[in-house]
């Protein structure tokens, strides 16, 4: 059982907008930054979302992240098919060691 | 650009050791630490540790702590993940990533271990 929650499943039709969430406590993300990553089957994680509500280049801009107290979330505003993919939270905590969420499963109806 | 290419897939029996390598281009090897990120078939990801690339100190899960070691060769520019005393449950990919960013990944390795 993952330290960060997450929702097993999310759904939404094209160009919806939707939300995944990530829940964890002061000693995580309460204190330290939250990370969003996405992966396709078969393929290596890659990141999404960085120090909360960073976006690398080259990560379109419907995609972004926020956090509050000790919960964060990921929102994919204008889905796309192409949006169907696993989504991970991450985040340190106080003892320099990294958690994970237990991963989202995104499906684009 | 920067690029972590692993080592090929593994099969072992239980109770042997494995050990993945990850080789870094593209920028500076000791500037950024590598970790380490299991996954199991079906399962999320799973924090193993990280080495400083610089000085080569350690950081390890607990869970794994009694049975991993993470080392680097800095003139390869290579990290290295050694897991002792397999069983059936370490069958997973395990994957390197650089720096606390966790970017980029290598392919990952699938270790598979079975009699």
């Known amino acids: 059982q993952s330290v960060l929650t997450q929702p097993p499943s999310a759904s939404g039709t094209p160009g919806q907008k939707i939300l995944i969430s990530c829940s964890g406590s002061?000693?995580?993300?309460?204190?330290?930054?939250v990370y969003w990553y996405q992966q396709f089957p078969g393929t290596a994680p890659k990141l999404l979302i960085y120090?909360?509500?960073q976006r690398p280049s080259g990560v379109p801009d419907r995609f972004s992240g926020s956090k509050s107290g000790t919960s964060a979330s990921l929102a994919i505003s204008g889905l796309r098919s192409e949006d169907e993919a696993d989504y991970y939270c991450a985040a340190w905590d106080d003892n320099l060691s990294a958690l994970f969420g237990g991963g989202t499963k995104l499906t684009v109806l | 650009q920067v690029h972590l290419v692993q080592s090929g897939a593994e099969v072992k029996k239980p109770g042997a050791s494995v050990e993945i390598s990850c080789k870094a281009s593209g920028y500076m090897f000791t500037t950024y630490p590598i970790h380490w990120v299991r996954q199991a078939p079906g399962q999320g990801l799973e924090w193993m540790g990280w080495v400083h690339t610089g000085n080569g100190i350690t950081k390890y899960s607990q869970k794994f702590q009694d049975r991993v070691t993470l080392t680097r060769d800095t003139s390869a520019t290579t990290a290295y993940m050694r897991l002792s005393s397999l069983t059936s449950e370490d069958t997973a990919v395990y994957y390197c990533?650089?720096?606390?960013?966790?970017?980029?990944w290598g392919q990952g390795t699938l270790v598979t271990v079975s009699s």
């Open positions: 120090k909360n509500n």
């Open positions: 990533a650089r720096d606390s960013d966790f970017d980029p």
């Open positions: 002061s000693s995580n993300i309460g204190r330290n930054y």
